[in-house]
């Protein structure tokens, strides 16, 4: 998957689980500037784990602040293939 | 006219041990009940450790008839209740079973009977639930337990408020004996929280601690779930005099609201409403507290909000106080915590002294309090106050003076 494939589908999560307009998502929104509070962020967290099947710790997840964020962290988990089962990754 | 109203008796049942003594010495001697959990197989959480009830063999407590109609969460709360009633001594009679409340807390009632439940049927697809699991389940079954062993025929009704339902519980106890509602009164709360289902949503949560339970400290990492059930018996300075019980401590004050700011996020506005709120109830001023026992959940948020609440409503007064969390020790057992914390603090008030904030390494400015750290404190302190502070944003408080 390319980096560009990876952002969009980080961003179209982000969206849906926040009940925004796609377009307002970008690459470079902070979850400040998207209104996400903590509760907001475990919930997208919990959303982008079923999607890509990977778990993120814990330590991980508390610096997760932007959607860069999301799709740098759930990039270094493909790569390291933590948790990750090919076939959902490439469904 | 209000009546006062006092402790009379105490049960406890946790990871610190199956009864008060064993309760109070792990309190004072700083002793954490956290241990890797027994009933979840390793590997399938991201944490490993919990504060569970040690050796429960419900049957040397129940017959197997009796052991088979109630969930551990309503085993543990009858154990709590008849501890306490032994305790305070009470005589019943016709009419003492009819003027006794029992008012209990659970967050979570029998959630570990639905898990197995729910097992069977989508795992193993047996068609059949067991028929005892509504009785098991719902959160009154404690209540209702204590009352068909005691034959108590008052007002008896279980509140659910997440975090802070036994501390609701122990304050509408307690208002009802001080307005002549009811003479006598158990009260406390009960939960039982270890199964896999309910586990894995705390985990999703990210707020459970993956080592152990460090309140106030800088490197603190989130809360530890426990188990457990505490039972207090509440009646008036009048009544336990004139039996001549033994009196523990006197229930002073208790103080309420809600947030109306988020749905998990804590507010020290709302929190320091509730302590403000429990000090005009019981007519105390600030400088009037010696003690609190903390909510100290160990998560970031909790223990920097109540900090900030304590400063508002103690203004200066906050750096004569002394604070400790023993949920650092016996774990947060959600609907119980308010009950093991009155507990721990009437015990506290009695015996002169403090129990400390186990597994503390190192200050956190934003956690600015003397936190008792890690060795229980010698001190005479005349009134103190216990904090529940729930998800949803219900706050509740308890107030005590010492006798």
């Known amino acids: 998957m390319s980096h560009e494939e990876l952002t969009e589908r980080v961003r179209r999560i982000i969206a849906t689980a926040q009940h925004l307009p796609e377009e307002k998502v970008t690459a470079d929104s902070t979850f400040a500037e998207l209104n996400i509070d903590s509760l907001d962020g475990i919930n997208i967290l919990f959303a982008v784990e079923s999607e890509f099947n990977v778990n993120i710790p814990d330590d991980a997840a508390q610096n997760i602040r932007s959607v860069r964020d999301v799709v740098d962290g759930i990039a270094k988990l493909l790569a390291e293939g933590t948790g990750g089962n090919k076939e959902a990754v490439r469904a | ?403």
Not at chain 2, 55 to 78: C, M, N, V
Not at chain 2, 98 to 126: H, M, P, R, W
Request: with cysteine.
């Open chain 2, 1 to 403: 006219m209000n009546a006062r109203v006092v402790v009379s008796g105490v049960g406890v049942i946790s990871a610190l041990g199956h009864n008060r003594q064993e309760f109070w010495e792990s309190l004072t001697a700083g002793r954490s009940g956290i241990r890797p959990l027994t009933s979840i197989s390793p590997g399938l959480l991201r944490f490993e450790n919990g504060a569970e009830v040690r050796d429960w063999d419900p049957l040397r407590h129940f017959d197997e008839k009796e052991a088979g109609l109630l969930d551990r969460f309503a085993q543990f709360g009858a154990i709590a209740a008849r501890e306490a009633v032994a305790d305070a001594g009470v005589e019943w009679s016709a009419e003492l079973r009819e003027e006794t409340a029992i008012v209990t807390g659970s967050c979570v009632g029998g959630q570990t009977t639905e898990d197995e439940g729910f097992v069977n049927l989508y795992q193993k697809n047996i068609p059949r639930v067991n028929p005892l699991t509504i009785p098991r389940t719902m959160e009154n079954a404690a209540a209702s337990r204590i009352s068909l062993e005691m034959g108590i025929v008052g007002p008896t009704y279980t509140i659910s408020t997440a975090c802070s339902s036994s501390n609701h519980a122990v304050g509408q106890a307690f208002w009802m004996v001080r307005s002549g509602a009811v003479r006598m009164a158990i009260t406390g709360g009960s939960e039982a929280v270890f199964s896999l289902g309910f586990l894995k949503a705390w985990e999703a949560m990210r707020v459970v601690s993956p080592d152990t339970c460090r309140p106030f400290s800088k490197d603190r990492k989130g809360l530890i779930l426990g188990e457990g059930a505490a039972m207090l018996v509440l009646e008036t300075l009048e009544s336990a005099e004139a039996r001549g019980a033994h009196i523990y401590a006197e229930v002073v004050g208790f103080g309420m609201g809600s947030d109306a700011f988020h749905i998990t996020q804590p507010s020290a506005d709302g929190a320091a409403r509730a302590m403000r709120s429990a000090l005009s109830d019981a007519g105390l001023k600030p400088e009037g507290i010696g003690y609190i026992n903390a909510h100290g959940t160990a998560t970031q948020a909790n223990d920097a909000t109540e900090t900030a609440a304590i400063r508002k409503v103690f203004g200066t007064h906050a750096d004569r106080l002394q604070v400790s969390s023993t949920k650092s020790m016996h774990g947060h057992t959600l609907g119980a915590a308010g009950a093991l914390e009155a507990v721990a603090t009437v015990l506290a008030l009695h015996n002169g002294v403090l129990p400390p904030t186990a597994n503390y390494n190192e200050p956190d400015p934003v956690c600015d309090l003397d936190v008792i750290p890690n060795q229980a404190r010698k001190a005479q302190v005349e009134c103190a106050l216990s904090n529940s502070f729930a998800f949803g944003g219900l706050n509740a408080v308890l107030a005590f003076r010492s006798r």
